[in-house]
């Protein structure tokens, strides 16, 4: 795969899911997805038990022993209460006799407990509590507590420590003890003893052979998984901390290489199916390229023959195209659909937001329908018998062309000959929506093609990726990059502004908009609330609409109807409102090339990669355009680092690769959001050298080795085999 140096992460934020159930209950129909096997019925308490393991994803022994600490705790000492008070802000264990136990009411109910030892007295705090704990910690009894002291009202105190009542003289433990990612109504006792149990009962045999694991002087995987689960005494806590001790390293390798092994697999398992050839470049595709207003820049005509040869083949082509913001990857997309309908075959067209997919349906079919393609359009918000018609006009094949967001998944679609699968702004689905349409294709077109071949996939995205993303998650993807903008462009201009000077640059708005410019007002995002977003939309176009009574302007927010919000997006492509208050919505892909203002409030509260894809949207014609960051001060330091390089580039590679910078690449993939852990154990950023031997290893087994890659993935992996290849 070709990726270019300068590539590097950015913040990949996750469209939310509108219904997980949906694409759980998908992932688990994947064919070539073994079904877990049900289990035998046991008791009711111990079916409740595995329930709960299963949430966690833990259902077999192996994922149970590999289900390693997530750190530990210290509760090999006790210190004494007095010298505990000089240790604010540490987690500290002490030791001592309950000699006051009382419900108090002021400032609010609580149950205050005072323990003794004879260094002092130290204050327990429970702002939540049962009944019985006032019995369980009667005047008397002796409890351990864990916690950070701080100076309160009368004297040192902890708040919510954890505690155990115990007897007098009961030992210490004498080795570390591991918290465990517990979920709900899961203790750590429980799942030690699932943890415990588990490992008496799998095979601990190493699945390396000894001379690879003496070439990167690795540990044996038992030694390694023991000692995490159960750290001696003497072992060295820092290194068990920041994960650099021999233990970690092997787990790590061992996850990465599983990682590479099955991303390996899959692109070789991928070049065996079978795919439509579409071989013809002819009659639409010229006339298509005739009919365009403007000459490809050479960069799209490097991808377009990249695109091309790829969808020559038999085998399934899986490239992502990436490009700046405004490069021309939609006009890229149309000339690949050409092509499949050109070879007499159907194309698809997906994209994540219905403004988006609206948008692409109209520039497309402008394009597309006078040259006589039959174009469809299929969203979620469609009336039931515009469905029904729409399907029925892609299933007869009529269709050649269907565009729409994400329903078109989701609605189950049949096709009566699929060659085309294109995402548009992948990095804006979901994981689980990427997973669901990197493997959509086979379903898509398995089920009703007795030849079993697999339709195309181009994905498309602005995003770039970080080389370490690039030679782990898409490791098994071609990548083609649109490095350059169409010509005649004028860089926008950015100004960062603070926010005590809204009403200059409501002047400017005014005068820009009188001078026959568009303007858009991007409302402030409030992460926490979609409720107060919409309020704060309401209420900046209610403010805006005040101060300029002689400019007709337009709202657009996320709970619009889409036909609603269709009409605000119309009314201002056509020119009829000057200015547009939008929230983010208006983020990806939208594209009105008169558009040559924005002010983007209370900026400081955007992602970079964000601020990136919301400046995009001007810039876009030949106008010289402005993109105004208000801001509100006093700014934190990255708020500050993140206006900067606003102002300094408006490269969306160099923009990634600050942003990296900035961030770390902890967020990518929007992994976190969606709560799927992809690497449990590795982290891409300092285990990086580690990929790469991952890498390297993993191609000569694979070459070399199939019974060790065989082993090593039925450990490993398991049933999580498919969201390593998001
Ligand atoms: P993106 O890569 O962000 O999806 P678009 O495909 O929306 O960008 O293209 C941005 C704008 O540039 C569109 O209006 C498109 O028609 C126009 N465009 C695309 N390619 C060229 C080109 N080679 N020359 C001039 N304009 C182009
Ligand atoms: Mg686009």
Redesign the pocket.
């Known amino acids: 795969m070709s990726i270019g140096s300068t590539m590097a992460d950015m913040r990949l934020p996750v469209l939310a899911i509108s219904n997980p159930l949906f694409y759980a209950v998908q992932l688990t129909l994947r064919p070539d997805m073994p079904a877990t096997k049900p289990k035998p019925t046991t008791p009711a308490r111990a079916n409740k038990l595995e329930d709960k393991l299963a949430r966690l994803g833990l259902r077999s022994d192996m994922d149970l022993v590999l289900h390693l600490p997530m750190r530990y705790e210290d509760e090999t000492q006790v210190t004494p209460i007095r010298e505990a008070g000089f240790m604010i802000g540490n987690p500290v264990q002490v030791e001592g006799v309950v000699t006051s136990c009382e419900v108090q009411f002021r400032p609010r109910r609580q149950l205050v407990v005072t323990i003794e030892d004879e260094s002092g007295p130290l204050v327990m705090r429970f702002l939540n509590f049962y009944g019985s704990q006032t019995k369980q910690l009667a005047t008397g009894t002796r409890v351990r507590a864990r916690g950070e002291v701080r100076h309160g009202f009368f004297g040192e105190e902890m708040v919510h420590p954890a505690y155990k009542v115990i007897l007098e003289g009961a030992p210490l433990p004498t080795v570390l003890t591991p918290v465990y990612p517990a979920g709900e109504g899961l203790s750590q006792t429980l799942l030690r003893k699932a943890i415990a149990a588990a490992m008496a009962r799998i095979d601990w045999r190493d699945t390396l052979p000894e001379s690879l694991r003496a070439s990167l002087k690795l540990w044996m995987f038992e030694a390694a998984v023991r000692l995490l689960h159960n750290p001696p005494p003497e072992v060295d806590e820092a290194a068990l901390e920041d994960r650099s001790h021999p233990a970690w390293v092997r787990m790590k390798f061992d996850e990465l290489l599983a990682q590479q092994l099955s991303l390996k697999r899959a692109q070789v398992a991928r070049r065996a199916k079978t795919a439509t050839a579409l071989p013809v470049i002819g009659e639409l595709s010229s006339a298509f390229l005739k009919t365009l207003p ?4 050479a960069a ?1 005509e490097r991808v377009l023959s990249e695109i091309r040869a790829d969808l020559r083949a038999s085998f399934p082509m899986q490239r992502l195209l990436q ?1 700046d ?7 890229i997309a149309a000339l690949a659909a050409a092509q499949a309908i050109d070879s007499g075959y159907q194309a698809v067209l997906m994209a994540p937001t219905e403004i988006l997919a609206d948008q692409h349906f109209r520039k497309i079919a402008a394009w597309m329908e006078p040259l006589g393609v039959k174009v469809a359009w299929l969203t979620g918000s469609l009336k039931k018998k515009e469905k029904t018609e729409a399907q029925a006009r892609i299933e007869s094949g009529d269709a050649q062309l269907v565009i729409g967001t994400h329903a078109l998944i989701q609605e189950g679609v049949q096709f009566a000959r699929l060659g085309l699968v294109i995402v548009d702004e992948q990095h804006r689905f979901g994981v689980e929506q990427r997973l669901t349409l990197r493997n959509k294709g086979l379903e898509m077109s398995a089920a009703l093609d007795s030849a079993n071949t697999v339709p195309h996939q181009l994905m498309m995205s ?1 995003t770039p990726i970080p080389r370490t993303l690039a030679m782990t998650y898409y490791a098994d993807l071609e990548v083609s990059v649109i490095d350059e903008l ?2 005649g462009r004028t860089p926008v201009i950015t100004r960062v502004i603070d926010q005590n000077r809204r009403d200059e640059v409501i002047e400017r708005v005014h005068a820009a908009a009188l001078e026959g410019r568009q303007v858009y007002w991007v409302c402030p995002l409030i992460e926490e609330s979609e409720a107060l977003q919409l309020q704060t939309a309401t209420d900046t176009y209610a403010t805006l609409a005040e101060a300029l009574p002689d400019l007709r302007i337009g709202l657009v927010h996320g709970r619009l109807k889409a036909t609603e919000k269709q009409q605000v997006m119309d009314a201002f492509t056509r020119g009829e409102i000057h200015l547009l208050v939008a929230t983010t919505v208006i983020e990806v ?1 939208v ?1 009105v ?1 008169n558009a040559s203002l924005m002010v983007i409030e209370h900026a400081e509260r955007f992602g970079l990669s964000q601020l990136h894809q919301l400046r ?1 949207r001007v810039g ?1 014609g030949s106008a010289a355009s402005v993109c105004v960051l208000l801001y509100q001060s006093p700014l934190g330091p990255t708020a500050k680092q993140r206006l900067a390089t606003m102002r300094e580039t408006t490269d969306g590679f160099e923009i990634a690769r600050r942003d990296l910078e900035i961030r770390g690449p902890g967020e990518f993939l929007g992994a976190r959001q969606s709560g799927q852990a992809l690497l449990r154990f590795a982290d891409l950023e300092t285990d990086q050298w580690l990929v790469e031997k991952a890498r390297t290893i993993a191609q000569t087994l694979l070459r070399e080795d199939p019974a060790t890659v065989q082993k090593h993935l039925a450990r490993w992996l398991g049933a999580r085999e498919d969201f390593l290849k998001v």
């Open positions: 403007f000459a490809l820049t799209q490009g913001v405004g490069s021309g990857k939609t006009v602005a169409p010509p892909g594209d090339s995009g876009r």
